[in-house]
């Protein structure tokens, strides 16, 4: 929804201020499609000589989530520990091979199923169940498994990330695409210098244009729709470290209760339940 309002805002400021001031709009519309059909042109085919097919269809879908609302919320999170909560809480009371049928089988474990928001997001089972896996084994202590964590995060963060340095790269290739297809406009006009001043005044409005939309493009959609993806992306790459303070206590002797309490505290404060409410709805469940 705010991207949408943002973009209103943007193209009223700039385009009002432009009729405002006696510019004429007609120039622009007249240039508009032969100088978009260059510069998008250009950066597709450059878009997709950069990227491999993987990056390409990660910031495709990057770009739908942009006009998604967060599932981060703290609802979310407060299912998330739980979870995590009773998972632990089993494990303590029945010892860590109780929970190996869960481990092996989240989808169907009464544990995960209880939780339909986590339970069943693939990722987030995925990152649970396997160090799960390691602290059934028991062949491995907190140090190792920490440092095995750590690596899996930053994996996982580089190639979540990819597609906003992609688009990042796109944001920063606009602007020349737009000289170029300026360079273009003159190219035409110099090639028109016996016609009148008036028609040789328009040609080289409309080379100019390429250039405007270059820079209007690249810093008006392409770079916020990358750093809003930064945004969401970080905030899936959060859900992880939650998970792993929480397991990590729970290895190094806290009971249940603190080791979740160990997890709240690492989430952003706009989405961090309180500890009543962390407390509350660990009792309800």
């Known amino acids: 929804m705010f991207v949408i309002v943002g973009w209103v805002i943007m193209l009223v400021c700039i385009f009002g201020v432009f009729i405002a001031h006696g510019g004429n709009i007609g120039v622009i519309l007249h240039a508009l499609p032969f100088e978009l059909t260059t510069i998008f042109g250009a950066a597709l085919g450059a878009f997709l000589a950069n990227n491999q097919m993987p990056v390409i269809k990660a910031a495709a879908s990057g770009l739908g989530m ?5 599932k981060y919320t703290k609802a979310r999170y407060l299912e998330l520990m739980a979870l995590l909560y009773d998972i632990l809480q089993k494990a303590r009371k029945e010892g860590l091979m109780s929970i190996e049928k869960d481990v092996e089988e989240p989808e169907k474990s009464p544990l995960f199923q209880k939780y339909p928001n986590v ?13 799960l896996r390691m602290m059934v084994s028991g062949n491995l202590n907190a140090h190792e498994i920490e440092a095995l964590m750590d690596a899996e995060i930053d994996t996982h963060h580089a190639e979540a ?3 906003v340095a992609a688009l990042n790269r796109l944001a920063g290739g606009l602007p020349a695409f ?3 297809a300026a360079v273009l406009g003159v190219v035409n006009t ?6 009148p001043p008036a028609v040789l005044g328009g040609m080289i409005g409309s080379a100019l244009v390429g250039t405007f939309l270059g820079i209007f493009l690249a810093y008006g959609f392409a770079e916020p729709l990358a ?3 930064e945004q969401k992306l970080d905030e899936a790459g959060k859900e992880l470290v939650c ?3 929480t397991l990590l206590a729970s290895m190094q002797g806290y009971a249940p209760q603190v080791a979740v309490e160990f997890g709240r505290k690492v989430l952003y404060s706009n989405v961090r339940p309180t500890f009543a409410e962390l407390e509350s709805h660990v009792k309800k469940k």
Do not use: R, W
Request: hydrophobic share 35%; aromatic share 8%.
């Open 227 to 229: 750093g809003l993806l």
């Open 66 to 70: 942009c006009f998604k609302g967060s």
């Open 161 to 163: 990330h990819a597609p």
């Open 243 to 245: 998970i792993k303070t």
């Open 178 to 180: 737009g000289i170029v």
């Open 190 to 195: 110099m090639g028109s210098v016996g016609q």
């Open 119 to 131: 339970g069943t997001d693939h990722h987030v089972t995925e990152f649970i169940t396997d160090y």
